[in-house]
C-alpha cells in the first residue's frame, strides 16, 4: 500500500527519492504538520570541506526548511575525537583539537548557501556537539546513559557486525561511539525540542539508538528518516572522481570542477539526480532525464548549472559553462580552467611533465601520469604528449601551458 503523505515536507522527501526509511512515517507526517518542527544531521569535522557525498543530507535540511521545518546543523566536535566506525574496515586517526577547530571553521563556510540562520521560527541553527560532550563526568555517564545500552544489541548492528565478521579490530573508543550519538539526540531534544534526526541509511542504527535513549530517559516521541546510500549507475559511490573527492568548498575544488563533474553525469544517473540535487519541478526532472542522444547533453549541463548555482552561485555556474563550451566547443583555453601556479624556484632548471600533470591534479601519481601518456590520454595545448622525460622549462612558461587529460578534463599551468 502506498503511503499518501499530509505534510509538504514527507511529500517532498517521497517523490524526490529522499526516503530510504522511516521509524514511524505517519507519527513524523503528522507531528510535521504543526509547522518550525526541529530536525537535525550531525557532521563530523574530519577534513576540511565536505564532499558531494554529503549533499543529499544538505538538500534534506534545505527542503526541512522550505516546508517550514527548522534546520539544526550539528557539528561533530565532540564525536570527531571519537570517529564513527560504521562500515569501516579500520580506525579513524585521531584529531586534536585545533585541527577538529579547523575543520569545522571549513565546514561551516558551505551551510549558508543552502540554510537561513537566524531566530525566526524556521531559521536554521548551527550547535557544536562539544557543548555537552567535553564536559560529560565519565562515571556520571556511564551510570545515567550507559546502563541504557545493551551490549548484546550494539553487537547486532550491521555496521558492528561486519567488522567483527571481517576479523577486523573494533576498539573501545570506536563503540562508544553510537552511544555518543545517541546522547546527541536526547540533548538536542531536552535543550531545542528536536523531533527528528536524519542521515545516510548507514546511520540507521545510530539514530535507532537515540530515539530508544530519548524515550528511556525522558519519556519523549522522537523520529528517524534515513536516506538511500547513494551510488551512481555504474555502481561508483557518490562523491568520489577519477581525481579525488569532489569537495564542496572553493579553496579545495574551483567551481569550474566542481560544475564539470555534474556535467559528466551518466545518462542513467540524469533525472534521479536533478530530483535529488535540484529544486526544479518533478516533471522537468523527468522531462529532462527521459531525453535521449545528444539532447541528454542539455539536461546534463541543466543540471551542472542548477546545482552550481545553489553551491557557488549563478555567476560561477554561468563561467563554468561558458569556460565547457570555450574549451570543448571550440579548441580554446577558457577562463575558469583550474590552474596551477607555479614560482621561478618550483619550476628551477626544469620542472618534468609527469610532475606537472600531477600538480595540476590531472593524475594522482606520477605512475598514474606515465600510463596516460603511454596511453595517449594526455595532451599539451591539445596537442598528444608521448614523452614522459618531456622537461618544462620557464622560458616555455611564458604563455599559460593547457593540459588535458583525456577529453573532458583540463589544467592551466603558469608562472606568479
Known amino acids: 500500500m502506498t503511503y499518501h503523505p499530509k505534510s509538504d515536507f514527507i511529500r517532498v522527501m ?34 576540511k570541506s565536505l ?47 585545533e585541527q ?41 555517564f556511564l551510570r545515567d546513559i550507559g546502563r541504557h545500552f545493551s551490549i548484546n544489541r550494539m553487537l547486532s548492528f550491521e555496521s558492528v557486525k561486519s567488522r567483527l565478521d571481517r576479523e577486523q579490530s573494533l576498539s573501545f573508543l570506536e563503540f562508544n561511539y553510537m552511544i555518543l550519538q545517541a546522547y546527541d ?32 530517559v525522558i519519556d519523549h516521541e522522537v523520529f528517524g528518516l534515513t536516506s538511500p546510500l547513494l551510488t551512481t549507475s555504474d555502481g561508483k559511490k ?24 555534474w556535467r559528466n553525469t551518466t545518462d542513467a544517473d540524469v533525472g534521479r539526480f536533478l530530483k535529488l540535487y535540484t529544486e526544479l519541478p518533478l516533471d522537468e526532472c523527468e522531462r529532462l532525464g527521459a531525453l535521449e542522444g545528444a539532447e541528454i547533453n542539455e539536461a546534463k549541463i541543466r543540471l551542472a548549472n542548477e546545482v552550481t548555482t545553489l553551491l557557488h552561485g549563478a555567476e560561477a555556474a554561468a563561467a563554468a559553462e561558458a569556460t565547457a563550451r570555450e574549451v570543448f566547443e571550440k579548441g580554446g583555453i577558457g577562463d575558469d580552467l583550474p590552474t596551477l601556479h607555479l614560482s621561478e624556484k618550483e619550476i628551477g632548471d626544469g620542472i618534468s611533465i609527469v610532475q606537472l600533470i600531477v600538480k595540476s591534479g590531472l593524475a594522482n601519481s606520477g605512475k598514474e601520469a606515465k600510463r596516460l601518456i603511454a596511453e595517449n590520454g594526455a595532451k599539451m595545448d591539445d596537442a598528444p604528449l608521448t614523452n614522459p622525460g618531456l622537461i618544462i622549462d620557464k622560458t616555455a612558461l611564458a ?16 608562472l606568479g
Not at 601551458?401 to 573532458?408: E, H, N, P, V
Open 51 to 97: 564532499h558531494v557525498g554529503s549533499l543529499i543530507q544538505i538538500m534534506m535540511l534545505r527542503w526541512l526548511q522550505k516546508c517550514g521545518g527548522k534546520p539544526i546543523t550539528l557539528m561533530g566536535g565532540g564525536t570527531t575525537k571519537v570517529g564513527d566506525p560504521s562500515f569501516r574496515a579500520d580506525e579513524r586517526p585521531l584529531m586534536g583539537p
Open 100 to 140: 577538529i577547530d579547523e575543520n569545522i571553521a571549513g565546514i561551516k563556510q558551505v551551510f549558508s548557501a543552502y540554510l537561513t540562520y537566524g531566530d525566526g521560527p524556521s531559521d536554521a541553527m548551527m550547535i557544536n556537539n562539544a557543548e555537552w560532550l567535553d564536559g560529560l563526568n565519565y562515571l556520571d
Open 238 to 261: 557518490m562523491g568520489k572522481s577519477q581525481s579525488g573527492a569532489i569537495w564542496l568548498n572553493a579553496d579545495m575544488l574551483s567551481a569550474y570542477e566542481f560544475w564539470q563533474f
Open 185 to 216: 539526540f536526547l540533548e538536542l531534544n531536552r535543550r531545542y525540542g528536536c523531533i527528528l534526526q536524519m542521515g545516510g541509511s548507514d546511520q540507521w542504527g545510530n539514530i535507532v539508538n537515540g530515539i530508544d535513549l530519548t524515550r528511556r
Open 399 to 414: 604563455n599559460p601551458i593547457k593540459l588535458s587529460a583525456g577529453k573532458k578534463r583540463h589544467a592551466l599551468v603558469q
Open 14 to 47: 517521497m517523490e524526490r527519492g529522499f526516503l530510504a526509511d522511516c521509524t514511524d512515517l505517519q507519527g513524523l507526517d503528522e507531528a510535521m504538520l504543526k509547522g518550525g518542527q526541529p530536525g537535525y544531521i550531525g557532521f563530523d569535522a574530519t577534513a
